[in-house]
């Protein structure tokens, strides 16, 4: 009888140790999962970021640098002779 009671414990013991490591499992899973998640949503914004910082510089650019007319050199000048 107290062996039935020994191996009776012996195996809820050992019931509780696997749930205990497939919760530990689950946990890890999840917290990779919120690692790649957060490390994506990082990615996404600087992405955002970097978009939108060459968006502003276009415009800026456009605003304030105007169309540049390039100036004539003169030794490009035809040289005409009569």
């Not at 195996?11 to 917290?31: M, P, Q």
Request: no cysteine.
């Amino acid at each position: 009888m107290d062996d039935i009671r020994v191996e009776k414990a012996r195996a809820r013991y050992e019931a509780l140790l696997a749930e205990k490591n497939v919760n530990e499992s689950f946990h890890a899973i999840e917290r990779l999962t919120i690692l790649f998640s957060n490390a994506k949503r990082a990615f996404a914004a600087i992405q955002q970021a970097s978009y939108l910082f060459q968006r502003m510089s276009a415009y800026v650019s456009r605003m304030f640098g105007g169309s540049k007319k390039k100036k004539r050199d003169a030794r490009d000048e035809d040289h005409v002779t009569y």
